[in-house]
């Protein structure tokens, strides 16, 4: 199941006809590196699973936290999810294939024609068999990057995890190595005659902000620790 | 196929057991109302298809946009997608079940233990078959819809569909009877001990702004229209 740790970050992605992008005049990105740069921006990603069986197999969508270790244990690095052991989503995923999906938002398409409206995004498409992450070691360590993955630093703040709270939580890894990656950026591309008729055409840039950290009760106006300020200050700034 | 334009906003969401919400500390919202309230603030949702067949099925998440309509011709209303005749996932759609998601992100939660820490959104997961819509004014109805989803008004100023457009364009109807909608807010929840402990918790507001309309090349300092400025506006304001 494990395979060597040293899958180079310029091993081209889409190894394989589910994961090739296929269509549009959105970008697909061949490089590895591009695909952990997104991976470690995002704060949700979505899961699909499917469950049930025969006729009444369908997929279900969640959304959840993933963190990618470029490092981990699986080809292509490991792209860890979690969650609790009565969560049939998760509990059905081990024994399927499985395919996790991460959209960054970045802009509205605002173009002269319905047809050629969009939006700019950055996402990436990973599918393929988790496995459960049974040793105690990778799955603290898993647990720790998902913290971190939402809070930069937040993990080596806290306790360390109890057996009770270990036991509660499934830790899948799933390898990274059929992925890809799409990137639309820009203004619309409109046909001519669009353009020519004087339809005003153009983006709109989006992008997450945070806004002050709300302490809870308990804390009062006690200081708010430096990962915290630290992820609040990095989103609110100009980019 | 069709069914009553008069299921009541007020008829309880989650008929079905693979739509009712199972775990978790999480609010399960039960009013039809909250569906097309989330819906209806949703630029981005994730589409999950199976694709394949037998020991080669796997799904697929991908993200699209979507449009909700409550007078819309399906039993619960009507929520619309689309996409290029080529895009596999939507051509396999109509024979199967699918699976559309929304999550808006409204904060990250930093509690005292690695295992209270979570996220604030709303989120909305819809399970059903779609049809694909062959009425031309229904598709066209339903790509208005869907234009004015991500930009409000908009799609009154823009010129007809053209005929090849329409060809190349695939509409899903898929019916929002079968749905659920959970959400998180506050801050964590986290165990007596820990709150003792002194650890700091609490959480991070965030929300998704807009920055000033980029205007394509050929449009210079022209002015920018009253829907796009109306957006931004939106977008941009401190809630």
New interface residues.
């Given amino acids: 199941m494990t395979a060597p740790l040293t899958t180079p970050l310029t091993t081209p992605l889409s190894p394989t006809d589910?994961t090739t992008v296929?269509?549009?005049r959105i970008r697909a990105v061949e490089e590895r590196r591009a695909l952990f740069d997104l991976l470690g921006e995002a704060?949700?990603c979505?899961?699909?699973?499917?469950?049930?069986e025969g006729a009444e197999?369908?997929?279900?969508?969640?959304?959840t936290?993933c963190a990618a270790d470029a490092e981990g244990p699986d080809e292509g690095g490991t792209l860890y999810l979690h969650g609790?052991v009565?969560?049939?989503s998760l509990v059905a995923a081990p024994d399927?294939?499985?395919?996790?999906?991460v959209?960054l938002?970045d802009g509205?398409v605002?173009a002269?024609?319905?047809?050629h409206?969009s939006?700019n995004?950055r996402?990436a498409?990973v599918?393929g068999r988790p496995r459960v992450v049974t040793d105690e070691a990778e799955r603290a360590r898993a647990?720790?990057l998902?913290?971190d993955q939402?809070?930069p630093g937040?993990?080596a703040?806290?306790?360390p995890?109890?057996r009770k709270?270990l036991a509660?939580?499934v830790v899948l890894a799933l390898p990274l190595l059929e992925a890809s990656v799409k990137i639309r950026a820009g203004?619309?591309g409109?046909d001519a005659a669009?353009?020519e008729?004087g339809?005003?055409?153009?983006?709109?840039?989006?992008?997450?902000?945070?806004?002050?950290?709300?302490?809870?009760?308990?804390?009062g106006d006690?200081?708010?620790?430096d990962d915290?300020r630290t992820?609040?200050d990095r989103?609110d700034g100009p980019d």
Wanted: aromatic share 4%; proline share 8%; net charge positive.
């Fill in positions: 589910r296929r269509r549009g704060l949700v979505h899961l699909g699973v499917v469950v049930g197999a369908h997929p279900v969508v969640l959304p936290v609790s009565a969560a049939r399927r294939t499985i395919c996790v999906t959209t938002l509205i605002a002269r024609s319905a047809f409206h939006m995004y996402s498409v599918i647990l720790d998902i913290v939402v809070v937040r993990a703040t806290l306790r995890h109890t709270e509660a939580t203004g619309p409109d669009d353009i008729a339809t005003w055409g153009g983006h709109i840039p989006l992008r997450l902000v945070a806004d002050a950290a709300v302490p809870a009760p308990e804390c006690g200081p708010v620790p915290i992820l609040v989103l």
